[in-house]
């Protein structure tokens, strides 16, 4: 049965990628976008989306999601954590394979992969893990996890200390055209440390993470991609000196691509103060001049994509001791309103500036369909409403977990509207779409 096309009218459309930032309709046709213009021909049993007072942007795309399946289903789900997605503005995310089993196998990967598309809201593409078990000893089977559907490769939740083994990683890959991932930190540096080491893990008498614990580590990461011409993707940056790294890399024109979450844009180890454990992360949040350092890089580019490190863990789990409690937040709900409201409407950032970094850039990055609305191209979409107010309640995430520290935030603007192959799966009315 063909798919009823869908004109998405009256909106402001803004697309980086064709350089669109107009009032103008969108017409999907058949799981792609057909025409953009004004006064479009309707075909028979054309749907109309009134989006008036809105904006229109090629799906986001997040390269950096948790959703814990196998393993860790209490935490969250493939299902849960798609609709979760999709409830955020995401088309499209990427799941890290430290999961338990790990993604380190053809299977998993293939897991993953159906088990994404018998969710049937937010594109799931699976990332495989770079060595075998994560034990950074031996390489995956780079081409039989990329011919069962991963997009890249990684040991993300835990770094890669063997310098020769990223080497090979980053020469392997580039027989496959994928970008490897890694997560920056000096185990020797870091030691047992649960926050960032400075004044307030002092103060609060708790072990720290020194800057150059994921300082010298994006160093080594930076000099194996010189070395190899490989495309070393540096995940959640957040010291000042690591970004400068990756500024002067990226002019030596070393292949690196780089993230910012929003939680090392807005927040410092001042939310740890009474031992929040919703405010324990990995890497940790760190001071002033560092959260600084990673605004300024985000919006010059250095650190070219938005993501969220989504990271579910149960309630239970959260309310340990603040050393025994697990690492991460949830992001995938909250993270548009956040950029929203503390970066775009403070002036700070142009919204076609957010765009590129959360849509455009992700996609380019990971070689994934989408990031665009060039007629022909797949008709993922997000509809942003810039100026609904709303309070980040955990209790309504779609997501299985509620731990953030946003809790109560006054956010202005977010998505509205989810649409992936020219079906809507997730309004704000309506939730997500069968």
């Not at 490989?230 to 690591?242: D, N, Y």
């Not at 992001?331 to 959360?358: D, K, P, Y």
């Amino acid at each position: 049965m063909s798919q009823r096309p869908m004109l998405l009218k009256g909106g402001r459309v803004v697309d980086p990628s064709q350089g669109l930032d107009d009032h103008v309709d969108v017409l999907l046709t058949e799981g792609k976008v057909s025409k953009i213009g004004i006064d479009l021909p309707r075909p028979e049993g054309t749907e109309d989306v009134d989006c008036e007072g809105t904006v229109i942007v090629p799906g986001l795309i997040d390269v950096h999601v948790h959703l814990r399946e196998p393993g860790g289903e209490h935490k969250e789900t493939i299902a849960t954590g798609a609709r979760a997605a999709a409830a955020g503005g995401f088309t499209a995310v990427c799941a890290m394979p430290n999961t338990d089993p790990v993604i380190d196998s053809p299977a998993t990967v293939g897991f993953v992969a159906a088990a994404g598309r018998e969710a049937g809201s937010a594109r799931v593409y699976p990332v495989g893990a770079l060595s075998i078990g994560q034990k950074g000893e031996r390489l995956t089977e780079i081409g039989e996890l990329v011919e069962a559907g991963a997009v890249a490769i990684t040991d993300d939740g835990r770094p890669v200390m063997d310098s020769g083994l990223m080497r090979l990683a980053l020469e392997y890959a580039q027989a496959f055209d994928i970008p490897v991932a890694d997560h920056p930190e000096d185990l020797g540096l870091s030691r047992n440390g649960v926050m960032n080491e400075g004044v307030v893990s002092a103060r609060l008498g708790l072990a720290g993470k020194p800057n150059a614990s994921e300082d010298v580590h994006i160093l080594r990461d930076l000099l194996v991609a010189e070395l190899t011409g490989g495309h070393i993707h540096i995940q959640h940056v957040s010291t000042r000196q690591g970004i400068d790294a990756i500024r002067q890399a990226k002019a030596r024109g070393v292949r690196v691509t780089a993230e910012a979450t929003p939680h090392h844009l807005l927040l410092t180890d001042d939310a740890v103060d009474g031992y929040r454990t919703d405010a324990k992360m990995n890497p940790p949040l760190r001071s002033d001049a560092d959260r600084d350092a990673v605004r300024a890089g985000f919006l010059d580019g250095t650190l070219d994509t938005l993501a969220t490190d989504h990271a579910p863990h149960h309630y239970d789990e959260k309310e340990q001791a603040f050393d025994d409690a697990p690492f991460g937040i949830v992001g995938l709900e909250t993270v548009v309103g956040l950029i929203l409201t503390h970066l775009v409407h403070t002036g700070e950032m142009e919204l076609s500036t957010f765009v590129e970094r959360a849509s455009v850039q992700p996609a380019r990055a990971f070689r994934l369909q989408g990031g665009t609305l060039v007629e022909g191209g797949v008709a993922d979409v997000t509809v942003l409403d810039l100026d609904r107010t709303w309070t980040v309640d955990p209790s309504r995430f779609l997501s299985r977990s509620r731990n953030t520290p946003f809790t109560g935030w006054e956010l202005r603007g977010g998505p509205v509207r989810t649409v992936v192959g020219g079906r809507t799966i997730w309004t704000l009315t309506g939730g997500p779409r069968s």
